[in-house]
């Protein structure tokens, strides 16, 4: 991706951890009846700012009333996903449970209350219990797992590994520390909020992406994606987010052969589904503005799943905002016009090699121009997540990974 002031790169870790501050953590059972998890995204000290977009017709959502800019909360101190449908949800309590304990939340008459934002997938019964659900113990796990990595762009996870029948049961750290990268490492896949996710017959799963802009402002996603609607181009097969990727994300990947296209006929597609995830900034947003980035990566959803938004998708995505970064102030140029770009460090003091980007930069540019190029980031990063999400995931009886139904797209090893 190239904008008028050069080229666009992932950050470090091509995930969300790629925005200062931020820490995820997942926590997964699976076996003796359970398959599902859930996934916390935790804020840097003092909250971050955030909206939320609800495009499905069948959410499980807690606390987006609150995101409105029309209400009291300015922060929010962590976001949950989470499988198990509306049971789900519980597992926001445990990590309120962390949160309060540690003095962080919304200061009130006695104490804190902690702002902690949800949404959940629809996986019941895919572990053969259906009751088999994420409880407040899930949310501990996921927070203990968040926090207790001293890599910023790593991850610990709970329990066994990605993918072993019987691992990762809440509670039990291994200590584990990851990082991303294309082909899908521990911090995409089957684990967390992903574990039991489908997409259009596939394996679903949790996938991330990000971007540095020629700015020096970082856009980064993660998506949870369990999805009724196809990630695949109907005529290649060629994951829809793929087409999205940065210069040599996806070079490993190319076209599937006819035969292996002709073949497909995905069996147990299920009836009730959705997406869910975060798309994160270091750029200063207000809540109005994170609703807008929210609203806008629905639209990197829908580029990379086909049909987005359905009766049976409860499909929502959260916006946060670290505030690392000062917010472009109003000037006397016209709305979103840019100036003379001349060769110096972005808002964030970073350099790409023989990139060409605007005057150092102290809040000051023409209204709009960083927020245009963020908007536009921001969708493009979600459906780069969504095609991670289904590359990193592992296959199961009745829903097969990609490479396992199209091992010929896999052209070389990432």
């Excluded at 629809?122 to 990595?149: E, I, K, V």
């Excluded at 369990?226 to 994300?249: C, H, I, M, Q």
């Amino acid at each position: 991706m190239s904008g008028p002031d050069g080229p666009s790169l992932p950050g470090p870790a091509n995930s969300l951890q790629d925005v200062a501050g931020l820490r995820v953590g997942h926590a997964q059972r699976t076996g003796d009846g359970y398959l599902t998890g859930t996934t916390v995204v935790l804020a840097p000290p003092g909250g971050m700012v955030a909206g939320v977009d609800v495009r499905g017709a069948a959410p499980g959502t807690r606390e987006t009333e609150l995101l409105d800019p029309r209400n009291l909360v300015e922060r929010a101190h962590a976001i949950v996903l989470s499988g198990g449908s509306a049971y789900g949800l519980s597992a926001a309590c445990g990590v309120m449970d962390r949160l309060a304990d540690g003095g962080v939340g919304f200061p009130v008459e006695g104490g804190v209350v902690p702002i902690v934002p949800a949404a959940v997938i629809y996986d019941l019964g895919r572990g053969t219990r259906f009751r088999a659900t994420p409880d407040a113990a899930f949310g501990h796990a996921a927070y203990d797992a968040a926090t207790s990595s001293p890599d910023p762009l790593g991850q610990a996870f709970p329990g066994a590994g990605r993918g072993k029948e019987g691992g990762g049961a809440p509670g039990e750290s291994s200590g584990v520390a990851a990082r991303a990268n294309e082909g899908g490492s521990a911090l995409g896949g089957s684990i967390g909020a992903g574990t039991g996710a489908m997409a259009g017959g596939l394996a679903g799963g949790i996938g991330g992406a990000s971007v540095v802009l020629p700015s020096g402002v970082t856009v980064a996603a993660l998506a949870v994606v369990n999805a009724a609607g196809s990630v695949l181009d109907p005529g290649t097969g060629v994951l829809s987010g793929a087409r999205y990727g940065l210069p040599g994300e996806f070079d490993h990947l190319g076209e599937p052969s006819a035969e292996e296209v002709a073949a497909w006929r995905p069996a147990g597609v299920t009836s009730l589904n959705t997406t869910i995830g975060v798309v994160a900034t270091d750029l200063t947003l207000t809540k109005a503005q994170c609703g807008k980035l929210a609203g806008v990566a629905h639209d990197g959803l829908a580029r990379a799943i086909r049909p987005a938004h359905t009766m049976v998708d409860g499909d929502t995505v959260f916006a946060v905002s670290t505030c690392a970064l000062p917010p472009p102030q109003p000037g006397r140029t016209p709305y979103g016009s840019r100036p003379a770009a001349v060769n110096g460090p972005g808002p964030g003091g970073k350099f790409q090699d023989g990139a060409v980007r605007r005057a150092p930069w102290d809040g000051t540019a023409p209204e709009g121009v960083h927020l245009h190029d963020l908007l536009a980031a921001g969708a493009d990063v979600f459906s780069r997540a969504v095609a991670h999400a289904v590359l990193a995931a592992t296959g199961r009886a009745g829903a097969p990974a990609y490479l396992d139904v199209f091992p010929s797209a896999l052209r070389r090893t990432p």
